[in-house]
């Protein structure tokens, strides 16, 4: 075995949860799965999308009685053959990957064993023992980019300025992670037609310190709320908010205590529930490979926060604007963008136009091409 490939076979004490994993269950029902977890780049501690995933994964310990086992790389993009071949070798009945580039060494792993059932997130992979689950987090980031885009010219709040700039910042340029940032851009558009959304990317999930300085770069170029899509990279956005005055929106997780009235909100993909409905399945023996699991508004999949620390701050009028917003997207009455699915062209288009004016041309060739 790869001595890089830490496998977590201790007791973990999750003490803000107050379960506990457990990696091998003596006293586990033998017709229970075992359950491997692959961590995504960012690793555990990243208060974000690894550690929510972990959070479903203990809860499935505690509450299914399943032996789970964490599988944390150092290179978990460089590892995925590697990786999820070690986790079927060890007779893990459930392997779920957390790993996006994991789309490309899946489709080989997979019909090598049979009796193994795989699962993916944030992509889709074709395969009779593969289940892909699926997050609209394109929706999510809309009602997060129309509070942002209510809130940076409000001039009562402190933390607002005059100009009608905000920012999006992701780990690294990818249809997981565009997902998010065009939705949000989307968002801020339908609320200011005139909003210039400043996006970049960091390089990379892990690097605190390149994300301070590129929330930093943008606030200086007049964005006051900055949305985060980079793991443990996002923390440093967040600690640049709350330093400089400015607002940061977290993701995944509810970030919002990591700065108290500095977040204003964070875009939850719940990938713990997830990550639990997808445990229960196998433990139910309800769970089929060759599926795509989706999670949406609808399902509590993916939502902003209850706001706690800044709730009180934002004027009722925004939060009724967001709510309807929200029911319309149920109602099929607004479409947001999902760059996954739209023709390379369209995502070509938008990527080379990430303006207001270019989400608004893009849907009309988008309704041109349907007639």
Do not use: W
């Amino acid at each position: 075995m790869n001595k890089r490939i830490l496998l977590v076979f201790v007791v973990l004490l999750v003490a803000a949860l107050g379960v506990m994993s457990v990696g091998v269950a003596a006293a586990q029902d033998d017709d229970l799965p075992r359950v491997a977890l692959i961590i995504a780049q960012g690793g555990l501690g990243d208060r974000s999308y690894n550690d929510l995933a972990f959070a479903g994964l203990t809860l499935a310990a505690a509450e299914l009685g399943v032996d789970v086992v964490p599988i944390e790389s150092s290179n978990p993009a460089g590892e995925g053959e590697q990786l999820l071949r070690t986790a079927a070798e060890a007779g893990f009945d459930l392997v779920i990957t957390l790993e996006f580039s994991h789309l490309d060494p899946l489709p080989r792993v997979a019909p090598d064993y049979p009796d193994t059932t795989f699962a993916i997130v944030n992509t889709i992979v074709e395969g009779d023992n593969v289940v892909s689950i699926m997050f609209d987090e394109h929706t999510g980031s809309y009602l997060a980019g129309m509070l942002a885009g209510l809130v940076t010219t409000d001039e009562d709040l402190e933390r607002s300025n005059p100009d009608a700039v905000i920012g999006a910042i992701g780990g690294v340029q990818s249809s997981g992670i565009d997902v998010f940032l065009y939705g949000y851009l989307q968002g801020a558009c339908a609320v200011n037609p005139d909003i210039d959304v400043l996006l970049a990317y960091a390089g990379g999930f892990g690097d605190p310190t390149t994300g301070r300085e590129l929330a930093l770069s943008m606030n200086e170029q007049g964005a006051d709320v900055v949305f985060q899509v980079a793991g443990g990279t996002g923390e440093g956005v967040i600690v640049a908010a709350r330093d400089e005055g400015f607002f940061a929106v977290g993701v995944d997780s509810d970030q919002d205590y990591l700065a108290p009235g500095a977040v204003l909100t964070s875009m939850m993909k719940r990938v713990d529930v997830a990550i639990y409905d997808v445990i229960r399945q196998a433990v139910e023996g309800t769970l089929e490979g060759g599926t795509v699991q989706q999670y949406g508004l609808e399902e509590n999949g993916v939502g902003l926060t209850e706001m706690a620390y800044t709730r009180h701050l934002i004027p009722g009028e925004y939060m009724e604007t967001i709510e309807e917003a929200r029911e319309a997207i149920l109602e099929g009455e607004i479409d947001v963008i999902d760059i996954r699915v739209i023709d390379d062209e369209f995502f070509t288009f938008l990527v080379e136009n990430p303006t207001c004016d270019g989400v608004e041309e893009l849907l009309s060739m988008m309704a041109e091409a349907e007639e």
